[in-house]
């Protein structure tokens, strides 16, 4: 039986932290869970994983569904989209059966790319080597989760861009059901030797086909539509990471209307130590004041009242009610107080 390999190519970047991670990994779930009472499905398909962030990783190799388990995901920083893409590539050349004279190979791949944000590196040639080699072997679906993506960029890899409004749980339960349905759509598509790939029906309203033409570019290494800090437990030395999500307040100065950007806080949320295993270690300097950023949490790993102090060392833990604190990061001991005004902090790629 020839396969028909599937790879989900998702961003993991700390823009995904909290709801849309949680919902893709049991989104993911689901769509396993369906394709293992398919009987076209289970006979044809194999599902691979690969995400990415700083760097990319294969989370699940290439396998039959019978066997497959969904992962945990977890969360790094940056947005790497070129090494995704390279990483996919590698993938592709290191498991796809090509049919020669005495062996049918597998069908033409499909790759669902899920992504939130804009990437924060260079992604020009890792698209040149898509379009070049793998543009016409394979079938890529790219996806925007919500507003904030590049679907310029998106569009030079795939006519394919849709758009998913990932507003509530609901609508990821429809928008993975589409996904479940597309790929048995096309596991019957190609036993019966037509196109191979048949996406099934766009609902229009939870997802929709993006107007490429419409859009204008968008270049760029940080993602500006959040700020994400990255902080440690003191008393736990976990990681955690702290998203606010932009906001444009208008206002009027001397008669003139005006918009300001601030951040509004989304949550304080704990990641594993894979979180720098994932991360890219360039020598980054994003900073953003903290004037700009509106909600402090609490430390989602101890609970401690604030999860919002800079060491000398500039890294940021939590503290509690104690006269002296440790910086889990430098080891450095210290009382803390309350300053006035705003300052500089570290921000993630995002």
Not at 53 to 64: C, D, R, S, W
Not at 88 to 117: H, Q
Not at 250 to 256: C, E, M, V
């Amino acid at each position: 039986m020839r396969r028909l390999p599937i790879y989900f190519l998702i961003d993991i970047s700390e823009s995904m932290v909290g709801e849309p991670i949680q919902q893709v990994e049991e989104g993911l779930a689901t769509i396993i869970q369906a394709l293992k009472t398919d009987p076209h499905a289970l006979e044809t398909v194999y599902v691979s994983i690969i995400v990415f962030a700083g760097q990319p990783k294969t989370l699940v190799p290439l396998q039959e569904i019978v066997s497959f388990y969904p992962p945990k995901f977890p969360i790094g920083s940056g947005t790497s989209l070129s090494k995704g893409l390279g990483h996919l590539m590698y993938e592709l050349r290191s498991n796809i059966v090509k049919t020669t004279y005495e062996v049918k190979g597998d069908w033409k791949p499909i790759v669902f790319l899920f992504t939130d944000g804009v990437p924060t590196d260079d992604t020009q040639a890792a698209i040149s080597e898509w379009k070049n080699n793998w543009q016409r072997t394979a079938n890529l679906i790219a996806v925007s989760f919500g507003n904030e993506t590049d679907t310029k960029l998106l569009g030079q890899l795939t006519e394919n861009v849709l758009h998913f409004k990932n507003t509530n749980v609901q609508s990821y339960k429809e928008f993975f059901k589409w996904v479940t349905d597309s790929i048995k759509t096309s596991s019957i598509s190609v036993e019966n030797n037509s196109s191979g790939f048949e996406l099934a029906k766009l609902d229009g309203e939870t997802i929709s086909k993006i107007d490429l033409t419409k859009e204008e570019p968008n270049k760029q290494y940080v993602d500006d539509n959040y700020v994400v800090l990255s902080g440690k437990c003191q008393n736990t030395k976990r990681p955690y990471l702290m998203k606010y999500r932009k906001n444009i307040a208008p206002s009027i100065y001397a008669g003139i209307e005006l918009a300001s950007k601030n951040y509004k806080l989304v949550g304080a949320y704990q990641v594993d130590n894979n979180y720098f295993e994932l991360a890219d270690n360039s020598n980054f300097n994003n900073k953003v004041n903290t004037e700009e950023l509106f909600g402090a949490p609490t430390c989602p790993c101890c609970g401690n009242q604030i999860a919002f102090a800079v060491c000398v060392c500039q890294k940021i833990h939590c503290i509690g009610d104690e006269q002296i604190s440790t910086c889990p990061w430098c080891n450095n001991q210290g009382s803390y107080g309350y300053g006035e005004g705003g300052f500089d902090v570290n921000r993630t790629q995002g």
